[in-house]
Protein backbone atom coordinates (compact mmCIF):
# COMPACT_ATOMS: atom_id res chain seq x y z
CA UNK A 1 0.00 0.00 0.00
CA UNK A 2 1.23 3.52 -0.72
CA UNK A 3 -0.34 6.73 -0.51
CA UNK A 4 0.30 9.56 -3.24
CA UNK A 5 0.69 13.10 -3.11
CA UNK A 6 -2.68 14.11 -4.30
CA UNK A 7 -3.66 12.02 -0.81
CA UNK A 8 -5.30 8.97 -2.75
CA UNK A 9 -4.58 5.71 -0.99
CA UNK A 10 -2.78 2.95 -3.76
CA UNK A 11 -4.11 -0.72 -2.47
CA UNK A 12 -2.78 -3.43 -4.99
CA UNK A 13 -4.38 -6.51 -3.78
CA UNK A 14 -3.46 -9.65 -5.07
CA UNK A 15 -6.19 -12.03 -6.63
CA UNK A 16 -8.62 -13.82 -3.84
CA UNK A 17 -6.61 -12.06 -1.46
CA UNK A 18 -8.99 -11.33 1.27
CA UNK A 19 -8.43 -10.29 5.44
CA UNK A 20 -7.78 -7.35 7.01
CA UNK A 21 -4.72 -5.43 7.44
CA UNK A 22 -3.89 -2.51 10.15
CA UNK A 23 -1.62 0.61 8.61
CA UNK A 24 -0.06 3.52 9.49
CA UNK A 25 0.71 6.70 8.01
CA UNK A 26 3.47 9.04 8.63
CA UNK A 27 4.59 12.01 6.30
CA UNK A 28 7.81 12.92 6.63
CA UNK A 29 9.99 15.78 4.29
CA UNK A 30 14.12 16.10 3.86
CA UNK A 31 13.93 19.45 6.07
CA UNK A 32 15.70 18.45 9.15
CA UNK A 33 14.83 19.66 12.27
CA UNK A 34 17.06 22.25 12.92
CA UNK A 35 16.19 25.69 14.71
CA UNK A 36 13.13 23.56 16.35
CA UNK A 37 11.70 22.27 12.97
CA UNK A 38 10.10 19.09 12.63
CA UNK A 39 10.66 16.76 9.67
CA UNK A 40 7.63 14.22 10.68
CA UNK A 41 4.00 13.94 11.44
CA UNK A 42 2.00 11.77 14.00
CA UNK A 43 1.28 8.33 13.29
CA UNK A 44 -2.00 7.34 12.02
CA UNK A 45 -3.27 3.96 12.04
CA UNK A 46 -6.21 2.90 9.73
CA UNK A 47 -7.80 -0.63 8.99
CA UNK A 48 -8.10 -2.07 5.91
CA UNK A 49 -10.70 -4.89 5.10
CA UNK A 50 -10.85 -7.59 2.06
CA UNK A 51 -14.16 -8.98 1.53
CA UNK A 52 -15.83 -11.08 -0.96
CA UNK A 53 -17.81 -9.56 -3.68
CA UNK A 54 -20.59 -11.88 -5.20
CA UNK A 55 -23.28 -9.68 -5.61
CA UNK A 56 -25.15 -7.16 -3.70
CA UNK A 57 -26.68 -8.24 -0.79
CA UNK A 58 -30.03 -9.65 -0.75
CA UNK A 59 -32.81 -8.05 1.57
CA UNK A 60 -36.79 -8.23 1.63
CA UNK A 61 -39.55 -5.12 2.51
CA UNK A 62 -42.65 -4.77 4.51
CA UNK A 63 -45.16 -5.35 2.25
CA UNK A 64 -47.78 -2.99 3.60
CA UNK A 65 -47.09 0.21 5.82
CA UNK A 66 -49.89 3.00 6.51
CA UNK A 67 -49.87 6.26 7.26
CA UNK A 68 -51.84 9.44 7.72
CA UNK A 69 -52.34 12.40 5.70
CA UNK A 70 -50.54 15.51 6.10
CA UNK A 71 -47.70 13.53 8.10
CA UNK A 72 -44.09 13.20 8.22
CA UNK A 73 -42.91 9.23 9.16
CA UNK A 74 -40.19 7.00 9.43
CA UNK A 75 -39.74 3.35 9.89
CA UNK A 76 -36.20 1.89 10.84
CA UNK A 77 -35.39 -1.47 9.35
CA UNK A 78 -38.03 -1.05 7.12
CA UNK A 79 -35.97 -3.32 4.20
CA UNK A 80 -33.74 -5.77 6.28
CA UNK A 81 -30.53 -6.45 4.78
CA UNK A 82 -28.61 -9.23 4.91
CA UNK A 83 -25.04 -9.82 5.28
CA UNK A 84 -24.49 -6.37 6.47
CA UNK A 85 -23.46 -6.44 10.21
CA UNK A 86 -20.83 -4.58 10.61
CA UNK A 87 -20.22 -3.15 7.77
CA UNK A 88 -22.79 -0.26 7.70
CA UNK A 89 -19.97 2.15 6.77
CA UNK A 90 -19.30 0.58 3.40
CA UNK A 91 -23.15 0.46 2.87
CA UNK A 92 -23.57 4.04 3.13
CA UNK A 93 -20.41 4.56 0.51
CA UNK A 94 -21.37 1.72 -2.17
CA UNK A 95 -25.15 1.04 -1.98
CA UNK A 96 -28.12 2.98 -2.28
CA UNK A 97 -32.15 2.40 -3.10
CA UNK A 98 -34.27 3.25 -5.62
CA UNK A 99 -37.75 3.62 -4.77
CA UNK A 100 -40.67 4.86 -7.44
CA UNK A 101 -44.12 4.92 -6.59
CA UNK A 102 -47.40 5.57 -8.28
CA UNK A 103 -50.75 6.85 -6.69
CA UNK A 104 -53.88 7.53 -7.26
CA UNK A 105 -53.39 11.01 -6.53
CA UNK A 106 -51.03 12.77 -8.13
CA UNK A 107 -50.15 15.50 -5.28
CA UNK A 108 -50.45 12.99 -2.77
CA UNK A 109 -46.80 13.08 -1.46
CA UNK A 110 -45.02 16.40 -0.70
CA UNK A 111 -41.39 14.25 -0.54
CA UNK A 112 -41.80 11.35 -1.65
CA UNK A 113 -40.60 7.45 0.07
CA UNK A 114 -37.33 7.25 0.47
CA UNK A 115 -35.02 4.53 1.59
CA UNK A 116 -31.55 4.86 3.37
CA UNK A 117 -28.56 2.77 3.00
CA UNK A 118 -29.02 1.44 5.89
CA UNK A 119 -33.04 0.20 5.42
CA UNK A 120 -34.89 3.44 7.33
CA UNK A 121 -37.91 4.18 5.02
CA UNK A 122 -38.91 7.99 5.08
CA UNK A 123 -41.24 9.93 3.67
CA UNK A 124 -44.13 13.36 3.93
CA UNK A 125 -47.65 13.06 2.77
CA UNK A 126 -49.21 16.05 2.00
CA UNK A 127 -52.27 17.39 4.11
CA UNK A 128 -55.48 16.71 2.72
CA UNK A 129 -54.70 13.78 0.27
CA UNK A 130 -55.16 9.90 0.94
CA UNK A 131 -55.43 6.84 -1.16
CA UNK A 132 -52.67 4.28 -1.21
CA UNK A 133 -49.54 4.16 -3.53
CA UNK A 134 -47.72 1.15 -5.17
CA UNK A 135 -44.20 0.91 -4.92
CA UNK A 136 -41.02 -0.52 -6.34
CA UNK A 137 -37.75 -0.91 -4.69
CA UNK A 138 -34.38 -1.98 -6.06
CA UNK A 139 -30.74 -1.98 -3.91
CA UNK A 140 -27.86 -0.52 -6.16
CA UNK A 141 -24.19 -0.84 -6.12
CA UNK A 142 -22.39 2.68 -7.04
CA UNK A 143 -19.04 1.02 -7.88
CA UNK A 144 -20.45 -2.05 -9.54
CA UNK A 145 -23.18 -0.53 -11.79
CA UNK A 146 -24.91 -3.89 -10.62
CA UNK A 147 -28.72 -3.89 -9.60
CA UNK A 148 -31.28 -5.69 -7.30
CA UNK A 149 -34.40 -7.64 -8.70
CA UNK A 150 -37.68 -5.16 -7.78
CA UNK A 151 -39.18 -5.53 -4.27
CA UNK A 152 -42.63 -4.00 -4.18
CA UNK A 153 -44.79 -2.74 -1.56
CA UNK A 154 -48.25 -0.46 -0.65
CA UNK A 155 -48.44 2.53 0.90
CA UNK A 156 -51.95 3.39 2.22
CA UNK A 157 -52.36 7.30 3.66
CA UNK A 158 -55.75 7.27 5.42
CA UNK A 159 -57.47 10.87 6.21
CA UNK A 160 -57.32 11.92 9.27
CA UNK A 161 -60.21 11.57 11.67
CA UNK A 162 -62.51 14.77 11.80
CA UNK A 163 -64.83 16.00 14.76
CA UNK A 164 -67.47 18.04 13.50
CA UNK A 165 -70.10 18.61 16.30
CA UNK A 166 -70.90 16.53 19.62
CA UNK A 167 -75.12 16.35 20.81
CA UNK A 168 -76.23 17.07 23.20
CA UNK A 169 -75.27 20.70 23.41
CA UNK A 170 -76.05 20.62 26.99
CA UNK A 171 -75.50 17.96 29.42
CA UNK A 172 -74.68 17.56 33.09
CA UNK A 173 -71.10 17.41 33.83
CA UNK A 174 -71.11 15.88 37.43
CA UNK A 175 -72.32 12.10 36.17
CA UNK A 176 -71.24 10.50 32.83
CA UNK A 177 -73.48 11.66 29.94
CA UNK A 178 -74.08 9.83 26.57
CA UNK A 179 -72.79 12.10 23.77
CA UNK A 180 -72.68 11.50 19.83
CA UNK A 181 -69.76 12.85 18.60
CA UNK A 182 -70.14 12.96 14.89
CA UNK A 183 -67.36 14.01 12.06
CA UNK A 184 -65.67 11.85 9.22
CA UNK A 185 -63.12 9.14 9.05
CA UNK A 186 -63.79 6.58 12.39
CA UNK A 187 -64.14 3.80 10.43
CA UNK A 188 -64.69 2.60 6.84
CA UNK A 189 -63.31 0.55 3.74
CA UNK A 190 -62.73 3.87 2.31
CA UNK A 191 -61.08 5.92 5.18
CA UNK A 192 -59.63 3.18 6.90
CA UNK A 193 -59.79 -0.17 4.93
CA UNK A 194 -62.12 -1.60 7.09
CA UNK A 195 -65.28 -0.84 8.88
CA UNK A 196 -65.36 1.39 12.01
CA UNK A 197 -66.97 -2.13 13.45
CA UNK A 198 -64.06 -4.18 12.90
CA UNK A 199 -61.39 -1.55 12.67
CA UNK A 200 -62.16 -0.28 16.03
CA UNK A 201 -59.33 1.63 16.91
CA UNK A 202 -60.62 5.37 16.96
CA UNK A 203 -60.86 6.72 20.60
CA UNK A 204 -63.14 9.51 21.80
CA UNK A 205 -60.90 11.63 24.52
CA UNK A 206 -62.22 14.05 26.79
CA UNK A 207 -60.10 16.51 28.44
CA UNK A 208 -60.18 16.71 32.15
CA UNK A 209 -57.78 19.68 33.11
CA UNK A 210 -54.29 20.82 32.85
CA UNK A 211 -51.46 19.92 34.75
CA UNK A 212 -48.92 22.31 36.39
CA UNK A 213 -46.73 23.01 33.14
CA UNK A 214 -49.90 22.95 31.01
CA UNK A 215 -50.02 19.61 29.50
CA UNK A 216 -53.21 18.61 28.95
CA UNK A 217 -55.49 15.79 31.21
CA UNK A 218 -57.06 13.47 29.06
CA UNK A 219 -60.08 10.83 29.64
CA UNK A 220 -61.45 8.07 27.68
CA UNK A 221 -65.11 8.24 26.63
CA UNK A 222 -66.07 4.97 27.70
CA UNK A 223 -68.26 2.12 25.95
CA UNK A 224 -67.51 3.37 22.50
CA UNK A 225 -70.19 2.57 19.98
CA UNK A 226 -69.30 3.45 16.04
CA UNK A 227 -72.40 3.70 14.33
CA UNK A 228 -70.26 4.57 10.77
CA UNK A 229 -67.41 6.68 9.09
CA UNK A 230 -69.34 9.67 10.34
CA UNK A 231 -70.68 8.79 13.86
CA UNK A 232 -69.51 7.58 17.53
CA UNK A 233 -71.61 7.07 20.39
CA UNK A 234 -69.49 6.65 23.80
CA UNK A 235 -69.83 7.64 27.96
CA UNK A 236 -68.60 10.82 28.43
CA UNK A 237 -66.85 10.81 31.88
CA UNK A 238 -67.84 13.16 35.02
CA UNK A 239 -65.33 16.42 34.31
CA UNK A 240 -67.06 18.19 37.13
CA UNK A 241 -65.32 21.85 37.89
CA UNK A 242 -63.94 22.09 34.25
CA UNK A 243 -65.03 25.44 32.00
CA UNK A 244 -62.73 24.49 29.62
CA UNK A 245 -63.41 20.70 27.73
CA UNK A 246 -62.53 19.75 24.50
CA UNK A 247 -63.50 16.43 22.97
CA UNK A 248 -60.47 14.88 20.91
CA UNK A 249 -60.94 11.82 17.88
CA UNK A 250 -57.36 9.70 18.08
CA UNK A 251 -56.67 7.16 15.89
CA UNK A 252 -54.99 4.48 17.99
CA UNK A 253 -52.95 2.26 15.44
CA UNK A 254 -49.35 2.04 16.69
CA UNK A 255 -46.70 2.38 14.33
CA UNK A 256 -42.93 1.71 15.44
CA UNK A 257 -44.13 2.55 19.42
CA UNK A 258 -45.51 5.48 18.75
CA UNK A 259 -49.29 6.65 18.10
CA UNK A 260 -50.50 8.15 15.14
CA UNK A 261 -51.15 11.14 16.85
CA UNK A 262 -54.41 13.32 18.37
CA UNK A 263 -56.46 15.82 16.24
CA UNK A 264 -58.46 19.04 16.57
CA UNK A 265 -61.63 18.33 18.49
CA UNK A 266 -64.69 20.51 19.23
CA UNK A 267 -64.69 23.38 22.00
CA UNK A 268 -67.07 22.96 24.71
CA UNK A 269 -67.80 25.78 27.31
CA UNK A 270 -69.25 25.14 31.24
CA UNK A 271 -70.82 27.01 33.78
CA UNK A 272 -71.63 26.14 37.37
CA UNK A 273 -75.35 25.85 38.33
CA UNK A 274 -75.29 25.51 41.86
CA UNK A 275 -73.46 24.05 45.43
CA UNK A 276 -73.33 20.27 45.10
CA UNK A 277 -73.72 19.70 49.25
CA UNK A 278 -72.75 16.33 48.94
CA UNK A 279 -69.52 17.66 47.57
CA UNK A 280 -69.17 20.32 49.79
CA UNK A 281 -69.46 18.42 53.38
CA UNK A 282 -67.31 15.27 51.89
CA UNK A 283 -64.77 16.55 50.21
CA UNK A 284 -63.78 17.00 46.09
CA UNK A 285 -63.63 13.29 45.42
CA UNK A 286 -60.74 13.54 43.02
CA UNK A 287 -56.41 13.75 44.12
CA UNK A 288 -57.15 18.16 44.35
CA UNK A 289 -58.74 17.47 47.18
CA UNK A 290 -57.44 21.08 47.95
CA UNK A 291 -59.32 22.49 45.61
CA UNK A 292 -62.68 21.23 47.03
CA UNK A 293 -64.33 24.46 47.18
CA UNK A 294 -63.73 25.36 43.27
CA UNK A 295 -64.89 21.85 42.29
CA UNK A 296 -67.35 21.77 44.67
CA UNK A 297 -68.91 24.96 43.27
CA UNK A 298 -68.72 24.12 39.99
CA UNK A 299 -71.52 21.39 39.38
CA UNK A 300 -73.43 22.85 36.67
CA UNK A 301 -74.06 22.19 32.52
CA UNK A 302 -71.99 22.19 29.56
CA UNK A 303 -72.79 24.71 26.59
CA UNK A 304 -71.53 23.60 23.56
CA UNK A 305 -71.31 26.33 20.37
CA UNK A 306 -71.52 27.69 17.55
CA UNK A 307 -72.20 24.44 15.99
CA UNK A 308 -71.13 22.75 12.56
CA UNK A 309 -72.62 19.69 10.90
CA UNK A 310 -70.77 17.79 8.24
CA UNK A 311 -71.05 19.73 4.90
CA UNK A 312 -73.19 22.29 7.00
CA UNK A 313 -72.84 26.23 7.81
CA UNK A 314 -71.89 27.04 10.62
CA UNK A 315 -74.81 28.31 13.61
CA UNK A 316 -75.87 28.63 16.77
CA UNK A 317 -78.92 27.31 18.42
CA UNK A 318 -79.90 24.21 21.17
CA UNK A 319 -82.66 22.10 20.95
CA UNK A 320 -82.97 22.05 24.90
CA UNK A 321 -83.28 26.10 24.92
CA UNK A 322 -85.36 26.72 21.75
CA UNK A 323 -83.20 29.41 20.74
CA UNK A 324 -84.80 31.47 18.09
CA UNK A 325 -81.76 32.57 16.30
CA UNK A 326 -78.19 32.09 16.43
CA UNK A 327 -75.69 32.47 19.42
CA UNK A 328 -72.79 34.80 18.64
CA UNK A 329 -71.13 34.90 22.67
CA UNK A 330 -70.69 32.97 25.34
CA UNK A 331 -69.45 33.67 29.11
CA UNK A 332 -69.64 32.20 32.53
CA UNK A 333 -70.92 34.28 35.62
CA UNK A 334 -71.27 33.33 38.81
CA UNK A 335 -73.55 30.38 38.40
CA UNK A 336 -74.76 30.57 34.96
CA UNK A 337 -73.65 29.98 31.33
CA UNK A 338 -74.19 33.29 29.21
CA UNK A 339 -75.30 33.25 26.04
CA UNK A 340 -75.64 35.97 23.87
CA UNK A 341 -76.80 36.82 20.49
CA UNK A 342 -79.60 37.67 17.91
CA UNK A 343 -81.89 35.90 19.95
CA UNK A 344 -85.46 37.13 21.17
CA UNK A 345 -87.26 34.33 22.65
CA UNK A 346 -86.20 31.47 24.35
CA UNK A 347 -88.18 28.91 26.04
CA UNK A 348 -91.53 31.64 25.37
CA UNK A 349 -88.90 34.01 27.64
CA UNK A 350 -88.42 36.92 25.41
CA UNK A 351 -84.53 37.67 26.22
CA UNK A 352 -83.75 40.53 23.63
CA UNK A 353 -80.24 39.34 23.13
CA UNK A 354 -79.02 37.47 26.12
CA UNK A 355 -80.08 35.24 28.53
CA UNK A 356 -78.19 33.19 31.78
CA UNK A 357 -78.43 29.47 31.78
CA UNK A 358 -78.43 27.58 34.86
CA UNK A 359 -79.07 23.95 33.25
CA UNK A 360 -83.00 23.78 34.40
CA UNK A 361 -83.94 27.86 34.14
CA UNK A 362 -83.73 30.48 31.89
CA UNK A 363 -82.82 34.24 33.03
CA UNK A 364 -83.06 37.91 32.11
CA UNK A 365 -80.52 40.74 32.35
CA UNK A 366 -83.25 43.52 32.48
CA UNK A 367 -85.11 42.73 29.18
CA UNK A 368 -82.01 43.04 26.73
CA UNK A 369 -80.74 45.34 24.52
CA UNK A 370 -82.79 46.51 21.10
CA UNK A 371 -80.29 44.91 19.07
CA UNK A 372 -77.69 41.93 18.33
CA UNK A 373 -75.22 41.19 21.27
CA UNK A 374 -71.95 40.36 18.44
CA UNK A 375 -69.92 39.97 21.34
CA UNK A 376 -69.68 39.41 25.28
CA UNK A 377 -67.12 39.35 28.17
CA UNK A 378 -67.32 39.30 31.97
CA UNK A 379 -65.57 42.46 33.62
CA UNK A 380 -64.29 43.15 37.18
CA UNK A 381 -65.08 46.72 38.94
CA UNK A 382 -64.61 47.18 42.35
CA UNK A 383 -63.82 43.27 43.03
CA UNK A 384 -67.50 42.80 41.91
CA UNK A 385 -67.85 40.52 38.25
CA UNK A 386 -70.10 42.16 35.81
CA UNK A 387 -71.01 41.79 32.19
CA UNK A 388 -69.74 43.73 29.04
CA UNK A 389 -71.85 43.03 26.22
CA UNK A 390 -71.35 44.84 22.57
CA UNK A 391 -72.64 44.48 19.09
CA UNK A 392 -75.25 46.61 16.82
CA UNK A 393 -77.94 47.71 19.08
CA UNK A 394 -77.78 51.17 21.05
CA UNK A 395 -79.87 50.94 23.86
CA UNK A 396 -80.03 48.29 26.63
CA UNK A 397 -83.18 48.13 28.88
CA UNK A 398 -83.84 47.44 32.35
CA UNK A 399 -86.55 47.17 35.05
CA UNK A 400 -87.64 50.97 35.10
CA UNK A 401 -86.68 51.48 31.27
CA UNK A 402 -84.29 52.13 28.88
CA UNK A 403 -80.85 53.14 28.75
CA UNK A 404 -78.93 54.90 25.90
CA UNK A 405 -75.40 53.06 25.40
CA UNK A 406 -74.57 52.72 21.98
CA UNK A 407 -72.96 49.36 21.04
CA UNK A 408 -71.23 48.47 24.12
CA UNK A 409 -73.28 48.13 27.76
CA UNK A 410 -72.33 47.55 30.87
CA UNK A 411 -74.55 45.00 33.15
CA UNK A 412 -74.00 45.29 37.09
CA UNK A 413 -74.64 41.89 38.57
CA UNK A 414 -75.59 43.10 41.96
CA UNK A 415 -77.86 46.02 41.05
CA UNK A 416 -79.09 44.52 38.46
CA UNK A 417 -78.69 47.44 36.04
CA UNK A 418 -77.20 48.15 32.83
CA UNK A 419 -75.65 51.98 32.21
CA UNK A 420 -73.24 52.89 29.33
CA UNK A 421 -69.54 51.74 29.79
CA UNK A 422 -67.78 54.89 31.75
CA UNK A 423 -70.50 57.01 31.08
CA UNK A 424 -69.74 57.43 27.03
CA UNK A 425 -72.02 56.46 23.97
CA UNK A 426 -70.75 54.12 21.34
CA UNK A 427 -71.57 54.94 18.07
CA UNK A 428 -71.72 52.53 15.25
CA UNK A 429 -71.80 48.59 15.29
CA UNK A 430 -69.02 46.73 17.69
CA UNK A 431 -67.84 43.49 16.10
CA UNK A 432 -65.20 42.51 18.88
CA UNK A 433 -64.79 43.11 22.46
CA UNK A 434 -62.02 42.17 24.75
CA UNK A 435 -60.81 43.11 28.40
CA UNK A 436 -56.95 43.69 29.42
CA UNK A 437 -56.61 44.42 33.41
CA UNK A 438 -58.63 47.49 33.58
CA UNK A 439 -58.79 48.53 29.93
CA UNK A 440 -61.39 47.66 27.60
CA UNK A 441 -60.82 47.33 23.51
CA UNK A 442 -63.22 47.51 21.28
CA UNK A 443 -62.85 46.93 17.33
CA UNK A 444 -65.78 47.50 14.64
CA UNK A 445 -67.75 49.98 12.25
CA UNK A 446 -67.51 52.92 15.11
CA UNK A 447 -67.63 56.45 14.35
CA UNK A 448 -66.89 58.10 17.61
CA UNK A 449 -67.04 57.41 21.53
CA UNK A 450 -68.14 59.75 23.06
CA UNK A 451 -67.34 62.68 21.70
CA UNK A 452 -64.23 61.40 21.03
CA UNK A 453 -64.13 60.56 17.11
CA UNK A 454 -62.76 57.00 16.39
Known amino acids: PSVRRDGALVLPLATAGRGEATLQLQIKDDGGTEYGGAD ?7 RVRVTDFEGLPRFTVTIFIQALDGE ?7 ANIQGLAGLEDAAEEFLTFDVRCSSNAAAMFLTPPALSPTGTLTWEVASGFSGKASCAVRLLALVEGLESPLQEFVMAVWPRPVVSSVRPLFVNTVTEQVVTIRGANFGSVRSRGYSAQVYGNITALVSNGKTPNGTTLWKACREPKYIGDDEIVCQMPAVQGRRDIRVEVQDGTVRS ?32 RQDAVQHCTMKGTLLFGPSQEPGGAAGGGTISLNMTTGVRALAVLGNEVLVAGSMVLVNNTRVN ?3 GWDGQRVSQRGL ?13 V ?8 AGSFTRAYGSTGSVYTGGVALWNQAQEAW ?3 GGEVVYGIVLALTVRGD ?8 SAVGELAA
Open 382 to 389: GGEENLLV
Open 368 to 380: GVDGTVNAMQVYS
Open 72 to 78: SGQVPNF
Open 40 to 46: ASGVYPF
Open 439 to 446: SVFIGGKL
Open 419 to 421: SAL
Open 257 to 288: GELLGGFLGVQFWAGAADLDPTCGAQGAPWPQ
Open 353 to 355: GIL
